[in-house]
Structure formats: structure tokens, C-alpha cells
């Protein structure tokens, strides 16, 4: 092809180089994802991983993180220490070279780390590119090395200023205010964050330690993932004490795997690959989910429970009621999809098939009457599975000329494009009511639900579409649900739970909340759940009227809106959206340039499936525990 080819000018002057870190603070979000809360706490994990991956290499077994008064964050290890020595290609020490050059680290050298952790392997450079500061301290060679940076900008050369004794690494960094959207480091994120960490990493010490709030933690295991599936079964009733655990290494990848069963009827599969929570799936759970598939029905024909003219269990069945942890460790993991978290290497998906079977195999021959419990649970979700294939057939959303198949209390709106409609799923007649009057018929859905839905931790799917509140949902959204849900059918881009705010609004959003997570968990992953926010307060005074969503935005509007007025105004506390007329309701709640909208994530998922089996589950202990750890957190509380 000619170099002039259409007359294109192509020359090296037309190409913009951004040097140095320049391209980080230019875009963010192409680095760490995004400028919010995020993006904020995974720079946290960048560091992190570092240490994390000198623990793979077996050369550190303590890291520490410290949430400091001032608002910055010390990372700390006792690896190896980042080399001091000039750097070759750079001129410069090697740590300014990791610290001030994307992609500079070690493991983009293969004979650097065997196995290395990070979603995005951006490293610290990026930390230091998004910080108003950042020092370092180096262990090495028996010195103690120091440099600081401001914005990414080194302000001095690396200089020893100390002897020290052992190697190790620490980073303190305060994140740029110019760059982030607040500076709020949540204890609780980066804890469970760290706890999974540990969990992954059989035997290393992780210590959280928050000097803002004098909380500290530490997390060491040394089961491994077979601790932490004890850990998520903590609050379940397990059928088999004993958790099935196996590891295996092949072609320079590591697998481990832990399981045990429950009574639950949810399947809760955490699959990880190089620590990393691939939620979206990949081939190491193609090979776990084959693999139990095959061996459970196998051993089921071998032993009699399944007779000749038995169809054999599906893979849903069996997995009923399983906890399970898979961890892989590969050189080079391949991550798919939209969030970069699913892994694609086909290698592993043989690798992680022969080890399960292997692991299950043993399992079920050496513990018979445990076999047989699992099997005969499996049998009765398959039993449950076709009386739920037959309930949903009545949910099952007609096409478009039939549409007396959507239920009848569902005020639908005109509007046919799903991205610019949305459905308010509304507690009661009465608040239905207001809504309905009130609402944008062009844009706006109304779903009045009566009373509270059931609590889906504690039945089977059958038994969940037999409820009319439930099944009402299902067909209104046109996702269907279970093995058949499809989000391309989803007739409402927004979904917005709209209760009241008193302690049974708050228990019937938990409850749906519990239905989304368990069945459409999808919705919840895309950002289609919303929770509105109806005012706490109406402030009157005179012919002024005032709305309060807060206790703090209360005061504000007395002390400052309101203290010039020489009448005292009078303040309503709402509790039902009742209350309120359909133009008060559209003008606090419903009007899309007014309201206040919670968008629903679950960015950890095991933080999420605990909370939900604590809150929603069948033992009572722990869900009293949870009240009491967490009593001084509530902000508004009906008695």
C-alpha cells in the first residue's frame, strides 16, 4: 500500500504525545473506571495488588493498610522492596521508573511474578498520577530509601535517609481533589475487599486499621478458601459438615476449589481468577458447572437413586443450595465482557473439569449418606423446577397485540421505547392512587403491590410464582425469570422502588430488594433499580412551603431559609406516601428534574449474598447481631 494512498497525510507532528503521566489526570476514567467512590477505593486496590503479587511470589506474608486522620492512605508490605537501582532504559532509580511510567512494573515481565493480581495491572504510577501527594519508603539492602511526588511529579531524587532492618515497601498517597469527586474512604468497602484478599491467599496477614474512627482489623486464614466458604455458610444450615476442598496445578495454572451445600435454595458461586471476582463468569465455571453436572448424575445412575427411565438432573438442580469458592491462578488471564470480568482462556475450563471431578468423585463415594441427601435435594429441585416451568408459563408476557396479559392493576405508560420509560413499584392502594394521577402517563409505569411479598430466602421458585405480588412484577418487567430471563426484553430501563418511610416501607424494600437480587440479579448488575426518595419533612410557613429529605436539610431550611420569619412554621413528619397528594408526589418524588433517585449497585457480591442471608435468612442470631452492630447507624427509625 502507498504511503499516499487517498491523498491521507499522516505524519509523525500529527501525533499528540501526552508524556510522562499526562494521559492519567487528562482521562481518569479510562484507568481506574470512574472519579467516583469507585474509582476512589480501587486505586486503594492498585497498591494493594502490588503487595499481593510479591505474596504470590513468596516473598511477603503482611500487608497493612491504614486509613490515616488527614484523609490519605499508607499501604505497607514486607516483600522484597521495589528495586532502588538505575534503571537501564530509564536513567532513573527504578522505583521513580514504576512510580512515573505506565506499564513499568513487574509483572509485565514474566520472569518478574508468575502470577499476578489487578483488574486493570495499571499499577502505582496511576495511583501517583491521581494523587496531590505520594512518599514512598523502601527497605532495601539494608537502607531505608524515601521519595515524594506531588501530582506525579518527583520533588526530589530517591535518597537514602536511614539504615533498616528486613525489606518491604510502603506507600502513603492522598488522593488529588482536583481529579476525584469526594475524598471518603468507606471503612466497610476496602474491609471486605481486604477479607476476600486473605481468604484467596491462604496464609498472609491483611490489617485494616482506620485511625479516623479507631477501628482496626486483621484477616489471616489459613484454610484458605475452604474458610472462606465456612464463612459465607456462616449463617445458612450446611447438610454436610465437612467442606469439599481440593487444589491442583497443570500447565503452570493453580486451581482451588471448595464446596459444601446447604438447605438454601440459591446457588452462590464466587469464581475468581488471579483474585480478581470474574461475576460475569468464564471458562473455569464452564468447567466447575460440567464437571458437578456430570459426576453427580453419574454417580446418582451408579448407585440406583436414578433409575433407567430417570431424565438425568439438570445442572440448576444440582447446584441447589451450593456454596462454592473457585480460585485459578494462570500467567496470562484473558479477560472478556463489559466489565472485564470474564475470563476467556480455554485452557483452564479442562483444567478446573478434572479437578472438580476429581474432588466430587472422592467426596461421594467416601461420604454415601451425604451423597444420597445432596442427590435426593437435587431430585426435589427438579420437582420444582417443571411445577415453576409450569407457573411461569401463566406469567409469561403475550406479544404485543395481547396486551390483557399484563396484570390488571398495572397502569402502563405510552411510551414504547424501554429506555425512556420507567415503572414505579408502589406500596399500597392508596399511594398507587396518588401516583397514578400524578405521574407522566407518557414516560411513567405504576405497580401498586398489596401488603408485604414473600420472602423469597426461604422458598423454592414454584412457590414464588404461585404469589400474585411476584408474579405481577414478572410479567409487567417481560424479562421472565429464572433459567429463561432475558434483560433484552425489559420494558422498563428504569425501575424504581417507591415506599414509604417508616420500618414497614423499609422491610417491603428489603423484600424486593432480596426477590431482585435472587432472581434478577442482572437488573441489579445493569443499574435498572432505583430507590426513590420521598421527603421526610413538609415545612409550612405562611403561604411557603418547603420540603425536607433529611434531618440535616431540615435544620439547614430553619436556620437558614426560615430565620428571618416571624411566624413559626409548622413541620409534618411524612410517613406515607398516602399522605401526600398526586401533585406533591410529582413534585417531590416522581419529577424527573426534582427527585432524588438511589440507584442500586452490588459491586461486591459477597458482601452482598451475606448481608442478604443475614437479614432475610432463617437464623435469627445473626440477623439480632447485625441489628446491634449496626443500631447506632440508623438515621430515621419509626417505633
Same mark, same amino acid.
Given at each position: ?33 470512574? +472519579? ?45 522492596? *521495589?528495586?532502588? /537501582?538505575? =534503571? ?15 506499564? $513499568? ?52 531524587? @530517591? ?9 518491604? +515497601? ?11 469527586? !469526594? ?8 474491609? =471486605? ?46 447438610? =454436610? ?8 496445578? %497443570? ?6 476449589? $471448595? ?33 458437578? +453436572? ?5 454417580? /446418582? ?6 433409575? !433407567? %427411565? ?28 463489559? +466489565? ?23 467426596? @461421594? ?24 416451568? %409450569? ?73 414464588? @410464582? ?5 408474579? /405481577? ?37 428489603? @423484600? ?58 409548622? *413541620? ?20 424527573? #428534574? ?10 461486591? $457480591? ?11 435468612? #432463617? ?11 449496626? $443500631? ?8
Amino acid at each position: 500500500m502507498s504511503e499516499n494512498q487517498n491523498n491521507r497525510s499522516y505524519e509523525a507532528e500529527q501525533i499528540q504525545v501526552l508524556e510522562g503521566l499526562d494521559p492519567v489526570r487528562k482521562r481518569p476514567g479510562m484507568y481506574i473506571g470512574s +472519579t467516583g467512590p469507585k474509582g476512589l477505593h480501587h486505586i486503594v486496590y492498585e497498591v494493594v495488588d502490588n503487595s499481593i503479587d510479591e505474596a504470590l511470589a513468596g516473598v511477603c506474608d503482611t500487608i497493612e493498610v491504614i486509613l490515616n486522620e488527614n484523609g490519605s492512605v499508607t499501604v505497607s508490605d514486607n516483600g522484597s522492596g *521495589i528495586p532502588v /537501582a538505575i =534503571h537501564p532504559k530509564t536513567g532513573k532509580s527504578t522505583v521513580e521508573t514504576v512510580l512515573t511510567v505506565l506499564h $513499568a512494573g513487574g509483572k509485565f515481565d514474566n520472569g518478574a511474578y508468575k502470577v499476578s493480581g489487578g483488574l486493570h495491572g495499571v499499577g502505582v504510577s496511576v495511583v501517583n498520577a491521581l494523587s496531590e501527594w505520594l512518599e514512598i519508603k523502601v527497605k532495601r539492602n539494608g537502607k531505608l530509601h524515601f521519595q515524594r511526588f506531588e501530582r506525579g511529579i518527583p520533588k526530589s531524587p @530517591l535518597e537514602v535517609i536511614g539504615d533498616a532492618k528486613g525489606t518491604g +515497601t510502603s506507600i502513603t498517597f492522598m488522593p488529588d481533589d482536583l481529579i476525584f469527586e !469526594e475524598i471518603k474512604f468507606k471503612y466497610e468497602t476496602l474491609e =471486605h475487599r481486604l477479607m476476600e484478599l486473605a481468604f484467596l491467599n491462604k496464609g498472609i496477614t491483611i490489617t485494616i486499621e482506620d485511625k479516623r474512627n479507631d477501628k482496626k482489623k486483621t484477616f489471616h486464614y489459613e484454610g484458605g478458601i475452604k474458610a472462606f466458604v465456612e464463612h459465607l455458610n456462616k449463617n445458612r444450615n450446611a447438610i =454436610h459438615k465437612k467442606v469439599i476442598y481440593n487444589e491442583g496445578e %497443570k500447565e503452570n495454572c493453580t486451581v482451588e476449589l $471448595a464446596i459444601q451445600y446447604t438447605d438454601n435454595y440459591n446457588e452462590n458461586i464466587f469464581a475468581f481468577a488471579n483474585n480478581i471476582n470474574t461475576h460475569e463468569g468464564g471458562t473455569h465455571l464452564s468447567g466447575l458447572k460440567s464437571a458437578l +453436572t456430570r459426576v453427580v448424575n453419574d454417580y /446418582a445412575r451408579k448407585n440406583g437413586i436414578l433409575k !433407567e %427411565k430417570d431424565s438425568n438432573l439438570s445442572g440448576e438442580d444440582i447446584r441447589e443450595g451450593i456454596t462454592t469458592v473457585l480460585s485459578v491462578k494462570l500467567p496470562d488471564p484473558q479477560f472478556e465482557g463489559q +466489565t472485564k470480568t470474564k475470563l476467556g482462556n480455554s485452557e483452564i475450563r479442562g483444567i478446573v473439569d478434572s479437578i472438580v471431578s476429581q474432588s466430587m468423585e472422592i467426596f @461421594l463415594e467416601e461420604n454415601p449418606r451425604e451423597a444420597k441427601i445432596i442427590i435426593e435435594k437435587s431430585l426435589r429441585a427438579s420437582r420444582a423446577r417443571e411445577a415453576a416451568r %409450569k407457573a411461569r408459563d401463566l406469567t409469561r408476557r403475550k406479544n404485543a397485540l395481547e396486551s390483557s396479559a399484563l396484570p390488571g392493576k398495572l397502569a402502563d405508560c405510552s411510551e414504547k421505547d424501554a429506555r425512556l420509560s420507567e415503572i414505579f413499584i408502589v406500596e399500597g392502594d392508596s399511594a398507587g392512587g396518588s401516583a397514578k394521577q400524578g405521574r407522566d402517563r407518557r414516560t411513567q409505569a405504576i405497580l401498586p403491590l398489596k401488603g408485604k411479598i414473600m420472602n423469597v430466602e426461604k422458598a423454592r421458585l414454584d412457590k414464588i @410464582l404461585n404469589f400474585a405480588e411476584i408474579k /405481577a412484577m414478572i410479567t409487567a418487567f417481560g424479562t421472565g425469570i429464572g433459567e429463561e430471563f432475558n434483560i433484552e426484553n425489559l420494558r422498563y430501563h428504569k425501575i424504581v422502588i417507591m415506599t414509604d418511610a417508616d420500618v414497614d416501607g423499609a422491610h417491603i424494600r428489603t @423484600l424486593i430488594l432480596t426477590f431482585f437480587y435472587r432472581y434478577m440479579k442482572p437488573l441489579i448488575e445493569n443499574g435498572n433499580i432505583y430507590i426513590a426518595q420521598p421527603p421526610l419533612y413538609k415545612i409550612k410557613a405562611g403561604k411557603q412551603e418547603y420540603y425536607a429529605y433529611t434531618e440535616k436539610e431540615l435544620n439547614k431550611i430553619l436556620r437558614q431559609d426560615l430565620k428571618d420569619l416571624k411566624i413559626k412554621p409548622s *413541620i409534618s413528619r411524612y410517613k406515607g406516601l398516602g399522605e401526600m397528594n398526586p401533585e406533591q408526589l410529582w413534585d417531590t418524588t416522581m419529577d424527573p #428534574d426534582h427527585r432524588i433517585l438511589l440507584q442500586v449497585s452490588a459491586d461486591d $457480591a459477597v458482601a452482598a449474598d451475606e448481608i442478604f442471608t443475614t437479614l432475610m435468612g #432463617d437464623k435469627v442470631q445473626p440477623r439480632r447481631e447485625f441489628i446491634e452492630e449496626n $443500631a447506632t447507624n440508623v438515621k430515621n427509625l419509626d417505633v
